[in-house]
T-cell receptor
Framework: DQQVKQNSPSLSVQEGRISILNCDYT??????FLWYKKYPAEGPTFLIS?????DKNEDGRFTVFLNKSAKHLSLHIVPSQPGDSAVYFC????????????FGTGTRLQVTL | DSGVTQTPKHLITATGQRVTLRCSPR?????VYWYQQSLDQGLQFLIQ???????AKGNILERFSAQQFPDLHSELNLSSLELGDSALYFC?????????????FGPGTRLLVL
């Protein structure tokens, strides 16, 4: 049972435009959400996170939005740059427990010139 | 560079064989996690160790085992290998077992079982 879903395996965006990556989850116990970025031949690197007590977190060009009622989060990248081309993983976990990080299957973002 | 090292980078072996994957966490990190990423799959959590002790277990097969040594490096042992075990295996580390949001990942070991 896939508790964290990224339904778009790939996304292509022009340089300078906004990239929006989506993630849905089913487990209502999740209260902390993260986005990781992965380049080929490298491990995932932490990008940005959000706690369920917030609905938005911003870090430079990256903003994560959380809609708890819809069990949906999204990552916005503005403006998109060629160096943003990578695979983006959404992850979730339940704080204060020994639960594990649960990852989505990833979305491959291609930023074109 | 995350500071987490994994060896080997690539491994090709045959069905039925046994392999050992090695991970050295970042300096100061006590917790080590192992993940498996198969084709078109997200990262599947396998197991977590904290300061030498098993802390959490995920979807780890009985044919797989892991341990964390006193110097905090960790090894993942995969035995009786099957074709379906071909995957990328990532190790991650963090300062303590609760700070999962600050997991730092190694570059992974790509295992191919023929």
């Amino acid at each position: 049972d896939q508790q964290v879903k990224q339904n778009s395996p790939s996304l292509s965006v022009q340089e300078g435009r906004i990239s929006i990556l989506n993630c849905d989850y089913t487990n209502s116990m999740f209260d902390y959400f993260l986005w990781y970025k992965k380049y080929p031949a490298e491990g995932p690197t932490f990008l940005i996170s959000i706690s369920s007590i917030k609905d938005k977190n911003e870090d430079g060009r990256f903003t994560v939005f959380l809609n708890k009622s819809a069990k949906h989060l999204s990552l916005h990248i503005v403006p998109s740059q060629p160096g943003d081309s990578a695979v983006y993983f959404c992850a979730a976990w339940t704080t204060g427990t020994a639960s594990k990080l649960t990852f989505g299957t990833g979305t491959r973002l291609q930023v074109t010139l | 560079d995350s500071g987490v090292t994994q060896t080997p980078k690539h491994l090709i072996t045959a069905t039925g064989q046994r392999v050992t994957l090695r991970c050295s966490p970042r300096s100061g990190d006590l917790s080590v996690y192992w993940y498996q990423q198969s084709l078109d799959q997200g990262l599947q959590f396998l197991i977590q160790y904290y300061n030498g002790e098993e802390r959490a277990k995920g979807n780890i097969l009985e044919r797989f085992s892991a341990q964390q040594f006193p110097d905090l490096h960790s090894e993942l042992n995969l035995s009786s290998l099957e074709l379906g075990d071909s995957a990328l295996y990532f190790c991650a580390s963090s300062v303590d077992w609760q700070r999962q949001e600050t997991q730092y990942f190694g570059p992974g070991t790509r295992l191919l079982v023929l």
